[in-house]
C-alpha cells in the first residue's frame, strides 16, 4: 500500500511570498500531524488533526501558518508572508487507532 | 514541559564494532516511547514502539530497551548500511484525547567500513 506523501519535494520561495504545503495521508488513517525540522534540530510539531475533532495548533509558531484538512484526508499547510526563519523540512505524518505515526518525506522549504 | 535528550549526537564506528545510543527522557504520564531511522533527504522511518520499563524489541542489528528514565538504542556488528540518524521520540497524554509526541534532536550514526 502506499505510504504517506508529500507534494513538493522542494520548493524554494522568495522572502514575503506565500507558500502551500500538501499532505496525502495513508488512506484511512483519521489522525494527521504536521512538524517541522530544522538543520540541527529536533523535529518540532506543528499541528494535529485528529478525525472531525477541532485541531490542535499549539504548536503553531506564529499566525502566519495554518492548515487544513479536507474530508478528513489531504491536508494543506499554508505560509503567508514567509520569512527567511521558516527555511526547513516539513513533515507531515499520520496514523490510525494506534500510537504508531507514520512519515512522509518532507517538503524542503527555503525561503531567500 | 516534557523533554528529551539524546547522546551521543554523533558516533563513528568501525564496521562490526558494537554500541549504544542513549535516550533519556522526563515525561509526565508517558504512554510510549519510539525510535526512528531517518536517512539524508528523507522522513524518519518507523523501528521500535517500547510502552513499559523493562519491555525490549529487535529487529536485525538492532536492539531497543527502556527503562523508567531512557532507552537504549543497542546496535551489534554494525555494518555502513546501518548509518543515518536515530530519532528518539516520547509520547504522551496531552488531555482532550490527544497525545503529544516530543522528539530528541538524534543521533548521527556512521559505520566505517
Known amino acids: 500500500g502506499a505510504g504517506v506523501s508529500q507534494s513538493p519535494s522542494n520548493k524554494v520561495t522568495e522572502k514575503g511570498k506565500d507558500v502551500e504545503l500538501r499532505c496525502d495521508p495513508i488512506?484511512?488513517?483519521?489522525?494527521l500531524y504536521w512538524y517541522r525540522q530544522s538543520l540541527g534540530q529536533g523535529l518540532e510539531f506543528l499541528i494535529y488533526?485528529?478525525?472531525?475533532?477541532?485541531?490542535?495548533k499549539s504548536g503553531l509558531p506564529s499566525d502566519r501558518f495554518s492548515a487544513e484538512r479536507t474530508g478528513g484526508s489531504v491536508s494543506t499547510l499554508t505560509i503567508q508572508r514567509t520569512q527567511q526563519e521558516d527555511s526547513a523540512v516539513y513533515l507531515c505524518?499520520?496514523?490510525?487507532?494506534?500510537?504508531?505515526?507514520?512519515f512522509g518525506p518532507g517538503t524542503r522549504l527555503t525561503v531567500l | 514541559e516534557d523533554q528529551v535528550t539524546q547522546s551521543p549526537e554523533a558516533l563513528r564506528l568501525q564496521e562490526g564494532e558494537s554500541s549504544s545510543l542513549n535516550c533519556s527522557y522526563t515525561?509526565?504520564?508517558?504512554?510510549?516511547l519510539f525510535w526512528y531511522r531517518q536517512d539524508p533527504g528523507k522522513g524518519p522511518e518507523f523501528l521500535f514502539t517500547?510502552?513499559?520499563a523493562g519491555e525490549e524489541k529487535e529487529k536485525e542489528r538492532l536492539k531497543a530497551t527502556l527503562t523508567k528514565k531512557e532507552s537504549f538504542l543497542h546496535i551489534t556488528a554494525p555494518k555502513p548500511e546501518d548509518s543515518a540518524t536515530y530519532l528518539c521520540?516520547?509520547?504522551?497524554?496531552?488531555?482532550?484525547?490527544?497525545?503529544?509526541?516530543?522528539f530528541g534532536k538524534g543521533t548521527k550514526l556512521s559505520v566505517i567500513p
Open positions: 505524518a499520520s496514523g490510525s487507532a494506534g500510537l504508531k505515526r507514520f
Open positions: 488512506s484511512g488513517h483519521t489522525a
Open positions: 488533526f485528529q478525525g472531525n475533532s477541532a485541531p490542535d
Open positions: 515525561v509526565s504520564g508517558l504512554r510510549g
Open positions: 517500547l510502552y513499559s
Open positions: 521520540a516520547v509520547i504522551a497524554y496531552s488531555g482532550a484525547g490527544s497525545y503529544q509526541l516530543t
